[in-house]
């Protein structure tokens, strides 16, 4: 069988290790040199919250990777509004931007101030006030820092999104795979599936009110539709050999995905209205993992029919399919950036599988994360940031690699493995 066959039913049938714990824990492994200094200040009255709103805020900005928080111990002194900042004192510490604040209770919830300066400008660029409830104040916290990286970066935050992804506990005829949904940043985690099957391939609607995903819960592999809020559920296909790697148009009306059903694995789009198909792929090589444009005008997708896996764009105005990539003899699960720009990939060279990002109009191709074994890549909406698969010594964790490939982070579970990591739309 074809190498890349081999590869996707692999991946497919890989045993997790034991899981206790679904909530996801950061560990920054690589800051960026060029991140822009910023103080979060602990917000005054903030001791009395069941969330540290600040230490949420400065934790998103550090993660973003285009800023560099201030620890707290070497502050001089803590501001809760803009009327009491001392601009030199920042300035002394090289601090750039300021964000002060204060907590308070405001009947059963709570109610936050906070306040954005300028250090160099003397300015206040933000301020507003925010109430939230108690289950929310993480929410809240996203939000703000949504607020902030966009005042200060000129791109929309995205640190209110949500990641899907799939873990398993148990060996060998014991395994429990479970899908969840989490905050960006891996807290909150809910369960949206529990199966004693593999679960793969979770995969966004375009308003994050759905997920799409593989489940072989009937002994053979076939793509759900779920929707997030009721919990119902339908199959939308179960042919004959694989159902595979669904991906949603931008419009929400249409699934692509790769079916075998007429042979060799193939790219086929579904109308999820009518569950009507059309094949967009029709050739003796494996064809999988499609994923739309942003303007959903083309489809790219892995193919072998070059010899080896390599990424391919149809354009659904000509019928025409075109070659993207040429570095290496292995480059897979392309997903585009936000703006349509650039893909994402894996990518395979003498250090392993890595995370790659390539310029569409120039072919330039560079590899973004420093692992061996990366896979699985889902962009951010806002496209600032990659979340992928990998290997943590026994365990697989998720990674996540800024585009520039500046910062990085993990996300690894309290023990076992993650694995299959979707990033969710603005979900406002």
């Not at 066959?5 to 960026?32: D, H, K, P, V, Y």
């Not at 906070?114 to 301020?127: A, C, K, N, Q, T």
């Not at 929410?139 to 703000?144: D, K, L, S, T």
């Not at 290997?391 to 996540?400: D, E, I, T």
């Amino acid at each position: 069988m074809k190498a890349l066959m081999t590869s996707w039913l692999a991946a497919m049938l890989l045993i997790f290790s034991t899981l206790a714990q679904a909530n996801l824990t950061i560990e920054i492994t690589r800051g960026s040199d060029r991140a822009t200094p910023v103080a979060v200040v602990p917000f005054a009255g903030g001791d009395a919250l069941p969330e540290d709103v600040a230490q949420v805020i400065h934790d998103n900005l550090e993660r973003s990777g285009y800023f560099d928080p201030l620890p707290h111990r070497q502050m001089l002194d803590r501001p809760s509004e803009s009327g009491e900042v001392r601009y030199g004192d920042w300035r002394a510490l090289d601090v750039r931007y300021l964000v002060v604040g204060r907590a308070s209770r405001d009947g059963n919830g709570y109610r936050l101030q906070y306040e954005l300066m300028d250090v160099s400008g003397e300015r206040r660029m933000l301020g507003e006030v925010v109430t939230s409830s108690e289950g929310e104040l993480r929410g809240a916290a996203h939000y703000i820092s949504d607020q902030i990286f966009e005042a200060v970066t000129g791109i929309r935050g995205a640190f209110s999104t949500r990641i899907a992804y799939v873990t398993a506990q148990g060996v060998g005829n014991d395994m429990q795979f479970a899908l969840y949904v989490a905050d960006a940043d891996g807290r909150n985690s809910q369960q949206v599936l529990s199966s004693r099957e593999p679960i793969l391939s979770p995969a966004w609607s375009p308003d994050g009110g759905k997920l799409a995903y593989v489940s072989f819960e009937t002994e053979r592999p076939a793509i759900y539709i779920q929707d997030l809020a009721t919990g119902q559920r339908a199959r939308a296909t179960s042919f004959e050999g694989i159902n595979g790697a669904p991906a949603w148009s931008p419009d929400g009306r249409r699934l692509a995905m790769s079916l075998s059903k007429d042979g060799q694995p193939e790219i086929y789009v579904m109308d999820i209205g009518s569950r009507d198909f059309q094949r967009i792929t029709n050739n003796s090589s494996i064809d999988t993992e499609p994923a739309w444009s942003p303007d959903g005008r083309s489809l790219l997708f892995t193919s072998d029919r070059s010899g080896g896996p390599q990424l391919y764009r149809h354009d659904f105005g000509s019928g025409q399919q075109e070659r993207l990539t040429f570095t290496g003899n292995y480059n897979a699960r392309g997903r585009f950036a936000p703006d349509g720009e650039a893909i994402f990939l894996i990518h395979r060279s003498s250090n392993g599988y890595q995370v790659a990002r390539q310029d569409l109009d120039s072919g330039r191709l560079v590899v973004l994360s420093e692992s061996r074994w990366d896979e699985s890549p889902s962009v951010s909406p806002n496209g600032t940031m990659v979340i992928f698969a990998t290997q943590q010594g026994n365990s697989g964790v998720l990674g996540a690699v800024t585009a520039d490939g500046r910062a990085s982070f993990r996300l690894p579970s309290a023990q076992g493995d993650v694995r299959e990591p979707a990033w969710s739309p603005f979900l406002n």
